[in-house]
Structure formats: C-alpha cells, structure tokens
C-alpha cells in the first residue's frame, strides 16, 4: 500500500469534493449529480465501527474527503426517508419508516433490503465507506454473502474506541438549541451567551440521551451488540482498533498508522 493515499495532499492536489450521494440517500434509479471520482492510487473499501461519542462522524468526514471514499451512512438514508413523501418510498423505505414512527428499531431484514436497494453504490468508482451498516452479525454476514455476489472485496474494518469516562464527558457536554436546532459543546464549542444560541438567541437545553444516566444505558447497550460484530471481524482478519482520544487530525493519523501497519 501507498503511504500517501492517506495523506491530506495525496496525489498532490488538494482535497477533492464530496460525493452528492445522490444513488444512495434516494435508491431506486436514482443516480448521483456528480460522477464518481476514482482516487489516485488504491480505491477503499471500509466499514466503520465505534460507540456513541467516539467521533466517526467527524473521523468519516476526513476518511472520505482525503481518500475520495464515498460516505454511506445508513442513518443518513433513514433520515432522508422521513423527510421523503410516501409516494417516493420503495416499500424497504417504508417498512423503515413505519418502525422508527413506532420508536422502534429497524429489523436486519430491512437494512438489508435498503442496502441491496443501493447495491450500485457498492461499485463506487471512489470506494465506499459504510456508517452504521453492518450493527449485528446476522447484518455481517448478509453483508459479507453480498459482497461475495457483487465481487466486491472489503478492505479493512475500522473500530474506533474511547473510555466510558470520556465518552460521557463528550455527550454529556452537549447542548442544543430549542429553536434551530444548532449543537453546541460546553468545553469545545461553548455559546458566547451562557444557555443561549449564537445563532438565534434560543435557549439551550441537554437531550435526555445526552444525560450520563442514558449515556451508560446507550453504551451498555452498544457494547452487548457490537462485541460480537467486532469478534467477527477480528477472526477474518479484517479488524484495525483505534484509539479515538485526542483532536480529529491526530486520530486520522493514528488511523494512517495503524490501517497501513496491517
């Protein structure tokens, strides 16, 4: 493997644009505004893994701006579904829709049935980075007969980690707006007003999942989920552990390393 293809500056050029994403957020025959870039070097293929509080989004962010990785985050997809009509839902959207209405988890069944949906977007010409997907192992293994079908080869399984005591701290520091919804941090991104939004001038308040007594309830949950997940991949040799303490850049450093050190 090239060093440099997860370097800001890899190929020299500044880092490209981001995907629209157009195939994956609407499925069916939707297709992207803009033409899949393929990256110098080797195109990526990677799975995400990581708590609540862990920093993968921002960690995704970086991943897919400097490797050129399309993002495919499954929650993004449920988010554009209840923002869709239902006349533009495939029935998977739907069943997915219908469940989360009900405050209820979205079956693997119907994961899958989105995922399979989106199975151009596997093919990416920039690669992929999957947010979210696969989160049982019964999701894995699906997955992984997937990929088999579409020949499609997994490179790596990224697993970001961080102690309970700093997850907490980082959540639990959260506060958002009642108005705009804007999302602020009392150690990292505090409001120049105390309770009050820079943008609007709304109150601040803490979501109930941002209390540390959700916050153990999420984790503990997480953990009874994903260790499971994580020893799947670790006995097909695909799993890479990151520490995620520090700032964002030296987090994707140490992701260089260690990815690359495999």
């Not at 701006?65 to 499954?74: Q, V, Y």
């Amino acid at each position: 493997m090239n060093e440099n293809l997860f370097s800001p500056k890899a190929g020299g050029a500044a880092a490209a644009p981001k995907h629209d994403r157009t195939a994956w957020l609407k499925g069916g025959d939707a297709t992207c505004l803009m033409p899949p870039r393929k990256p110098p070097g080797q195109v990526w293929r990677i799975i995400m893994l990581g708590a609540p509080g862990v920093g993968k989004g921002t960690q995704a962010d970086l991943l897919s701006e400097r490797l050129g990785c399309c993002h495919l985050s499954t929650g993004d997809v449920f988010r554009s579904a209840r923002c869709s009509g239902a006349a533009r839902l495939s029935p998977a959207m739907q069943d997915a829709v219908n469940h989360m209405h009900r405050g209820e988890l979205v079956p693997d069944t119907t994961v899958l049935d989105l995922v399979r949906e989106r199975q151009r977007c596997l093919h990416c010409a920039g690669g992929f980075l999957l947010d979210g997907f696969p989160r049982t192992v019964a999701q894995a293994e699906a997955l992984e007969k997937l990929l088999a079908e579409e020949k499609v080869q997994l490179d790596v399984v990224l697993n970001y980690e961080l102690p309970l005591a700093q997850v907490i701290a980082r959540i639990a520091g959260r506060r958002t707006c009642s108005e705009c919804k804007a999302v602020y941090h009392l150690a990292k991104h505090a409001p120049q007003i105390a309770g009050r939004c820079d943008a609007c001038g709304g109150e601040l308040f803490q979501r109930d999942d941002d209390r540390p007594e959700f916050i153990m309830v999420r984790m503990q949950a997480y953990e009874e989920s994903s260790r499971p997940l994580i020893d799947f991949y670790q006995q097909r040799g695909r799993l890479v552990t990151i520490s995620a303490e520090g700032a964002p850049e030296e987090i994707y450093q140490r992701t260089q390393a260690l990815a690359l050190a495999r």
